[in-house]
């Protein structure tokens, strides 16, 4: 999920640009771009940058194993076909 203060920060810079007569009604504003902005960035299923970096980690790490393994495994057909 994103984080809440990046939610804050784009109420504040939607709500800044709106027309001054809309200002008086700047609390009722805030409150409903919060609550548009948050259910729509929860469709989203987002995550979080630290999240993606982590997994993208993840990722790289299982793939370097993968491919020794599949190194691995191409050493000893190559062995077995050797051998017979």
Known sequence: MIDSKK???LVDTVTKSLPPGI???REEAEKNIRAGLTATFNKLDLVTREEFD???QVL???REKLEALEKRVA???QQTSSNQ
Do not use: A, K
């Open 60 to 62: 790289l790490r299982t």
């Open 54 to 56: 982590v997994q993208s």
């Open 75 to 77: 050493e000893l057909e």
């Open 7 to 9: 939610i804050d920060e």
């Open 23 to 25: 200002l008086q009604m």
